[in-house]
């Protein structure tokens, strides 16, 4: 496959082939090994030597100012893809790629952490009987079971604009969604963005009965490209050390590094900081990777323990910038490329047939995949994003 020919690349281009592979453990599943140090401190053995390069063929991400988009308009969809609408349960299929994509991440290792951004309308099954004309919900039972947690995006402020709070029937449909979940055992993540430390507090004390982590995004808008100046220290900061998301206080994520100039002043920033678990993207400014090392410096907090780290995977789009992306790629060829998609946040993307083998095989299955490449890093975790584009599939 191409992203398979991809990652043999990256390994050849490294600083050395790798050696290391990933191997299946009933035990401990690629599990994170801790050691004792001199200085007394419990801490992260990284897996073998791996760097995530990009070919010269991926697009440049530009800071903050987003390529245009050269890309078919909403009116002429069956245009750029020279099909109708796919004859496909859109919902039921994102659900199968996030679960299968969980089952093959940790049947390696065990303790690897699924991470849905969005899509709250995944966890139900909306069924309409004789006697409820408007439906009635299950959970998804499995698709929950597939996961560690869930992030929501803009639960109390941001979710139209930066800083503006958001609707309150938005915030009720969101909160009632994590408080049927509550059962289920998934750790939450919220996401505000706002600025004002008032704010922040009152969406803390709503979230309170969720036991649910929160951060709230310093501007501009909604890249998540700096870390957050208020509070300037992490809420529940502590020297404990974090081998799991269940055991963080808090949490970080900067997604767009670009505003930090280089990787070196990018991770300079992160360790300077005590944050139980930061979300990374594994590649600096989209298209530069992280690598071995640079892992080794992000594991530990200021402090000096370790912490978790999770990586940033888009299943549902294709990003433009990408490692995997070829020169010769468009709407329709590969036949799993869709036309453009208008609202992408950081860059030029591409909606996908996300429920193509071809499509999932280059997200996760071989340890040259996207997830594979994620995994042997080091990374404790993902978190999913796309998964709101089954919504968009059925708008089609």
């Known amino acids: 496959m191409m992203a398979e020919a991809n990652w043999q690349k990256v390994r050849d281009l490294s600083r050395g082939k790798v050696s290391g592979k990933l191997t299946r453990n009933p035990q401990s599943r690629f599990r994170w090994k801790r050691s004792l140090v001199a200085f007394g401190l419990v801490v992260g053995s990284l897996c073998a030597p791996v760097t995530l390069t990009a070919p010269v063929n991926a697009q440049q991400l530009e800071p903050f100012v987003p390529p245009p988009n050269s890309l078919s308009s909403p009116s002429k969809r069956s245009e750029a893809t020279g099909t109708e609408k796919p004859d496909v349960q859109f919902a039921d299929e994102m659900r199968d790629f996030v679960i299968q994509l969980s089952r ?68 009720k449909y969101i909160l009632g969604y994590l408080d049927r979940m509550k059962s289920s055992g998934l750790e939450y993540f919220a996401l505000d ?45 502590n020297p404990h050390i974090i081998d799991n998301i269940r055991e963080a206080k808090n949490y970080a994520i900067v997604l767009d590094s670009s505003p930090y100039g280089t990787k070196d002043a990018f991770i300079d920033a992160m360790i300077d900081t005590n944050y139980d678990v930061l979300i ?63 609202d992408a946040r950081w ?15 280059i997200m996760f299955g071989s340890e040259n995949s996207y997830l594979g490449g994620i995994m042997k890093l080091g990374f404790d975790g993902v978190v999913l994003g796309g998964l709101n584009e089954y919504s968009w599939w059925l708008d089609y």
């Open 280 to 342: 990374i993207d594994p590649f600096h400014r989209g298209t530069i990777p992280l690598t071995y090392d640079d892992m080794k410096r992000l594991r530990y907090k200021k402090v000096g323990t370790p912490r978790t780290i999770l990586a940033y995977l888009n299943i549902g789009t294709a990003e433009t910038y990408r490692y995997y992306w070829q020169n010769n790629w468009r709407a329709g060829s590969p036949e799993f490329i869709g036309e453009g998609n208008l």
């Open 193 to 237: 963005y706002t600025d004002k430390s008032d704010a922040q507090q009152a969406a803390r004390q709503k979230l309170r009965d969720l036991n649910a982590l929160y951060y709230a995004a310093p501007p501009p808008d909604k890249q998540l490209s700096t870390l957050a100046k208020v509070p300037r220290t992490p809420i529940g900061a």
């Open 104 to 171: 093959w991440a940790k049947s390696y290792r065990s303790d690897f952490s699924i991470i849905a951004l969005n899509g709250l309308e995944l966890t139900e099954y909306l069924e309409t009987t004789l006697f409820a004309s408007r439906g009635t919900a299950e959970p998804a039972r499995n698709y929950l079971r597939a996961l560690d947690g869930i992030m929501i995006e803009a639960p109390f402020y941001g979710f139209d604009k930066y800083g503006e709070p958001t609707d309150s029937e938005e915030t």
């Open 347 to 361: 860059g030029q993307e591409h909606h996908v047939y996300y429920w193509s083998q071809a499509w999932q095989n």
